[in-house]
């Protein structure tokens, strides 16, 4: 029988010393009764140095002085502050270095003799990468960012040109020749465009989703909103894009509309949540959203892109002040306002705010493709409504939206 225990103690004792992470035991006062050779190497003791001494010594402050009075509280009062419960913390070695590691501690009972077992978890490497993580998203941003600042500048001097272009029709209207030129001009424009914003698009979501790839538990939320982050800037150049694509196929009837019930309280208020963090640095004033009515008749796709387009211009327009956006009813229609307490129209231009690639002479410094508004007008015609305007400059601005109600 001897013999038999001492085999099974030589194999446990074979199995702690070669296992990966670290094994230490302590008696109720605190001291080392073991350590194995994983332990050893990760504070640079031997277990001539580290056993009958107290395991404060592989602690920083002020878990150092404190740790004796963790034990005699437990003693006392049965309440376990680590006890069975896995968590981060910093151990101190031989030469005064700190490292990271989880720290396991549990619980056993030798008949009359209790000790305790702590597992220790190196966290040193995986902690390195999650820095280099933090690094290649702070980069990833920066060159969004750069990106983004380059295809605007890109696209406003286009749409200068275009408006140009525009001007010139004006002044040779009936011109045939000129007419087709000036279109050209605009699909080629389209053209361009479109290459330039999808490059690189797919470098960057491309990077985000290998970014994501990284399994460390640590910092997984952090990780998550950097990717987050990047996926909001790629969506909001995507959005001047499809601004460009969305003008032809409303032209060509490709899209009709898919009526359903909308509950409205619960739509809104993901519009607003949506809005909110792409808009974070202009939106300072927020958004305010009320509604008298719970459910109506539309297509959601539709009233969507209506409603971002309008809160959207509301936000960059209005100086980092209240944006409000109201739902009413009246006998056979809906009425959706926008309203803003920004820069407003020029009473003189008001005429051309639904022209394509139009903007207003006191906005043209503020990022924008002018397409916006005619995009809206077009998505109103669809469900059969109509749009409208009050502005005064340096006022403010409203825009209400007039829906015919249906039903399914």
Known sequence: MQEVNDFYAQRLEAVINTAIDGIITINTAGRIESANAAAQNLFGYSATEMIGRNISMLMPQPHHSQHDGYLNHYDQTGEKKIIGIGREVKGKKKDGTLFPFRLAVSEVNLGPKKIFTGIIHDLTDIKAAQEEVISMNLQLEEKVEQRTNELESVVNQLLKVNRQLEEKEQKLKGALEVEKELNDLKSRFLSTASHEFRTPLSTI??????????????????????????????????????????????????????????????????????????????????????????????????????????????????????????????????????????????????????ERFFRASNAVNIQGTGLGLSIVSEYVKQLGGEIYFESEENVGSTFIVKLPKKKL
């Open 205 to 354: 979501l491309s990077s985000a989703s290998i970014i994501e790839k990284y399994k460390i538990e640590e910092h997984q939320d952090k990780r998550l909103r950097h990717t987050h982050r990047i996926r909001d800037s790629v969506n909001h150049l995507n959005a001047i894009l499809n601004d460009f694509l969305s003008i032809s196929k409303l032209e060509e009837g490709d899209y009709q509309p898919q009526w359903l019930e909308v509950d409205l309280p619960s739509f809104l208020e993901q519009l607003k949540e949506q809005i909110s963090e792409i808009y974070t640095s202009e939106n300072k004033g927020g958004i305010r959203v009320e509604s008298d009515v719970d459910q109506i008749i539309s297509d959601p796709h539709i009233l969507k892109n209506i409603l971002i387009n309008l809160l959207s211009n509301a936000i960059k327009y209005s100086d980092s002040k209240e944006v409000c956006c109201t739902v009413g009813e009246e006998d056979t229609h809906w009425i959706i306002a926008v309203e803003d307490q920004g820069m407003g129209v020029p009473q003189s231009e008001q005429k051309h705010l639904f």
